[in-house]
């Protein structure tokens, strides 16, 4: 029940968030998301939470966004609505805001007496328990979060439980959704993901089901789409053209169809999700005033590693060309964190949202084009810094994705984001390219210090390919480029297959984490220009050292002496072996000062050659000519 008619014919019931009482088994560990309580449970056999203590609900999940939903949508007036069986039982409203040491008490506890004015029958199967259902109104508050705790001191079930507000059927806002996910080869997420859409939205009662669609774009062609396809599923054998042509594709295919689509979500493949972060998504949409009808929304990202870090929701690109999260790392199983979460503006300048999960209008992609066909990586901090939007974000509207520490790939890492992101600078003007290029000076310095030469290599080719100019990114093949450049990705392998130079040194695995704590001196001493290459032969020595496999927390200074690295991962576990190749430092020296001279000379131009090329890689007529289609937006006249 999405939707009831109340308060007479004009005005209706309509949800805010669910409350998810029945966690992912990869949650269970994490139960303080959703809820708080030694002796609460979810007993499968009634479908319920099985209360017999006190259990709160003051939680990431089911705690209520009250000033987001103000600000978003003008909303002042919230209500619960909850049903029970079982024994009766008491329930607190609380509230709570940043700077609060704990949730303050709004109404004196209530007890919930179940009778037969209370008595709701409606779904319930028979020989089921009685339920009994109730509406809450919360008071009136200034209170960021809201929240409730329920007490009993039997066995109480809870089955169901919403927020809800009343609204007029003239201010919901027309939505219809479309799911666009790109997958190459992730069968292992993908496919749980699409049954979990069937069976939780799709299958579910409220208007979201009507009104959403799931497009999933198969890059590796490896998903048996005859079988998976159904009327709310599509999945689609694609080239593989990477992050950036599988996300212009769902686009392209939602903004095609006859649905009337008026929302793009962007998703990840390789992520866990909770439903009611689609649901959560539709009914914010479905409410939004203002300025806020027209702004993306986006997800959260927590780590699938600690599920209960919230690593990013939206980031902001600094002038050096460094992107900078709009937040630090927050435990939203705390919560002062998770008050602390919905309290910090993310409508700052230069913003982007990533698209682990990022809900586009359909609007912003008529009025300002498609992705931009970089494969992978900036996709989306172009496509944020290009249309400049309002951002959106709320708990429980995020995916489980695995941490990008420990995940540098130079391939990725270095080529993709150093040619790329220029790319940005050229069209959005987004960062300052001087402050770019000493950035890039100093990382290709810092590579060559550990003796990374495939890594600075690879960043000079970045260089050099963007350099070429907006014809050679229109044409090369992304996915053959991808291999060439991943083939010369360094190679980590168990240290024990190292032999004698895997057991031969000791470190301090100190060396190998982020701290950003670090001395000062240590922090200056990282910035000087030394390098053992400058060290004449005979104060080097063979006995190898230990450095972060990845320059980005390397101390490189205590193993100035030695030309034998092993580059290790942030857990020491696997390593390579890096030799010192001075004629081979010399020659990408020498490289990146010819290049350096080159970009200098025809920098302005080759900015111009891309801004004025951008209309034409952005278009439904590239990207049909780039994805071998023949789509059309179902409203052409609209397109730009």
Request: hydrophobic letters at 35%.
């Amino acid at each position: 029940m999405n939707q009831e008619r109340c308060l007479g014919e004009e005005n209706m019931k309509h949800k805010l968030s669910n409350l998810v009482i029945n966690p992912s088994n990869f949650m269970l560990t994490h139960r303080e998301v959703f809820f708080r309580g030694e002796n609460a449970c979810y007993d499968k056999a009634v479908c319920a939470l099985r209360m017999t203590s006190e259990t709160s609900f003051f939680t990431y999940f089911n705690a209520c966004s009250l000033g987001k939903w103000k600000q978003y949508a003008g909303i002042q007036e919230v209500f619960l609505h909850i049903e029970f069986s079982g024994d009766p039982c008491v329930i607190q409203l609380l509230g709570m805001s940043d700077g609060d040491n704990e949730p303050v008490i709004l109404s004196v506890g209530q007890r919930l007496v179940f009778n037969a004015d209370s008595a709701s029958n409606e779904g319930v199967e028979e020989g089921k328990p009685q339920h009994y259902s109730f509406d809450i109104c919360f008071p009136e508050t200034n209170k960021d979060v809201v929240g409730f705790v329920i007490d009993t001191k039997g066995e109480t079930f809870l089955h169901e439980a919403f927020y809800y507000v009343n609204v007029e059927e003239e201010d919901v806002n027309p939505v219809k959704l479309a799911l666009s996910t790109t997958t190459f080869k992730k069968e292992e997420y993908i496919v749980p993901n699409i049954e979990l859409v069937k069976r939780e939205v799709l299958a579910c009662d409220d208007p979201i089901a009507n009104n959403f669609h799931m497009f999933v774009i198969d890059n590796g062609q490896t998903l048996d789409y005859e079988t998976i396809s159904d009327e709310g599923v599509t999945v689609l054998p694609n080239k593989n053209v990477g992050g950036a042509g599988g996300f212009a594709r769902g686009m392209m295919e939602a903004m095609s169809s006859d649905r009337g689509f008026t929302h793009v979500l962007l998703m990840d493949d390789d992520v866990k999700i909770c439903t009611e972060s689609l649901k959560r998504t539709f009914n914010l949409l479905s409410l939004a005033k203002g300025k806020y009808r027209k702004a993306f929304i986006n997800g959260a990202m927590l780590s699938s590693e600690e599920p209960n870090l919230q690593f990013e929701d939206v980031a902001h690109v600094l002038k050096s060309g460094a992107y900078h999260r709009v937040k630090e790392d927050l435990h939203i199983d705390l919560i002062s964190d998770l008050v602390k979460n919905e309290s910090i503006s993310v409508e700052v300048d230069r913003a982007y949202g990533a698209w682990w999960y990022s809900c586009i209008p359909v609007e912003a992609i008529r009025e300002n084009g498609l992705p931009l066909p970089v494969f992978v990586r900036c996709d989306d901090v172009e496509f944020g810094m290009r249309n400049n939007p309002t951002y959106m974000t709320m708990n429980g509207i995020c995916v489980w994705h695995e941490a990008f520490e420990g995940r540098f790939r130079p391939s990725v890492d270095g080529y993709q984001y150093v040619r790329n992101f220029l790319i940005m600078i050229a069209v959005d003007n987004c960062a300052t390219d001087g402050l770019f290029m000493a950035r890039l000076e100093r990382n290709i310095r810092m590579y060559l210090r550990i003796m990374a030469y495939d890594t600075a290599e690879l960043f000079l080719d970045g260089l050099e390919d963007y350099l070429k100019g907006p014809d050679y990114l229109a044409h090369v093949s992304g996915e053959k480029l991808m291999k060439e450049n991943g083939a010369r990705n360094e190679k980590l392998v168990p240290i024990e297959e190292l032999g004698e130079l895997g057991s031969s040194f000791t470190y301090n695995k100190k060396i190998l984490t982020i701290d950003k704590r670090r001395p000062l001196f240590i922090r200056l001493w990282r910035t000087l220009p030394y390098d053992r290459h400058m060290l004449p032969d005979a104060l080097l020595r063979d006995n190898p050292k230990p450095v972060f496999y990845s320059n980005l927390n390397s101390w490189a200074g205590y193993s100035m002496g030695t030309k034998t690295l092993v580059a290790l991962d942030g857990e020491g576990r696997n390593g390579a072996v890096r030799h010192m190749d001075k004629e081979r430092w010399r020659a990408i020296r020498n490289r990146f000062s010819n290049l350096k001279k080159q970009y200098k000379e025809q920098g302005e131009a080759v900015r111009n050659s891309y801004r004025e090329a951008l209309p034409e890689l952005t278009s439904w007529e590239f990207w049909n000519d780039y994805l071998g289609t023949d789509l059309m937006p179902n409203n052409a006249s609209e397109e730009k």
